[in-house]
């Protein structure tokens, strides 16, 4: 990575840039989704395994909440997306200067949390997340529909948690190289 902006540490500046992008990319893909493929339709990209299809989630993951009345899911949606948002920004302040992975990991988070946000405002958004990517895994076997920002989320919590794992790993004495012998 170039070096921070005037004024903006390096962690704040792989943070915002990574935050940026994820929401950037998920809305430019979502709005590409609304704009050509009507809701409940689909477009193969690998018949049989992979498709884009526009789906709307009016709930969290795996519908969670998705029966409950709008301005309930609006209220406990926004609440949610601000309480992790300050969390996010809390543990950046205590990432180590100079660190990059960590706030780039947050960053992913961040911008996947603000991209679904946005879908469920209701003068931005529809109250609704929209989902397209969709794989048939096997025999009928289907991963539910998701979007850019859900995968951005849990890429940057599995870099999070491997960092963590890792970092644990080294408090304890344990060299990544020893583990291996």
Known sequence: ???????????????????LATAALDRIAKACVVHAIEPGSSVDVVRGFFS???????????????????????????????????????????????????PVALGLVAGGAVGNAIDRLPLIGSGEVVDFL??????????????LADVAIVVGVVVLLVDMLAREAVSRGIDADESRR
Do not use: C
């Open 52 to 102: 884009i299809t526009h789906v709307r989630n009016p709930g969290a993951a795996f519908g969670f909440l998705a029966s409950s009345s709008p301005e309930l899911r609006g209220m406990l949606f926004a609440t949610a997306a601000a309480a992790a948002l300050l969390v996010i920004l809390v543990h950046l302040r205590a990432v180590a200067r100079g660190e990059r992975r960590e």
């Open 1 to 19: 990575m170039t070096d921070a902006p005037a004024g903006l540490a390096p962690k704040h500046a792989a943070f915002a840039i990574a935050a």
């Open 134 to 147: 969709y794989f048939d895994l096997w025999q009928g076997y289907a991963w539910p529909h998701f979007n």
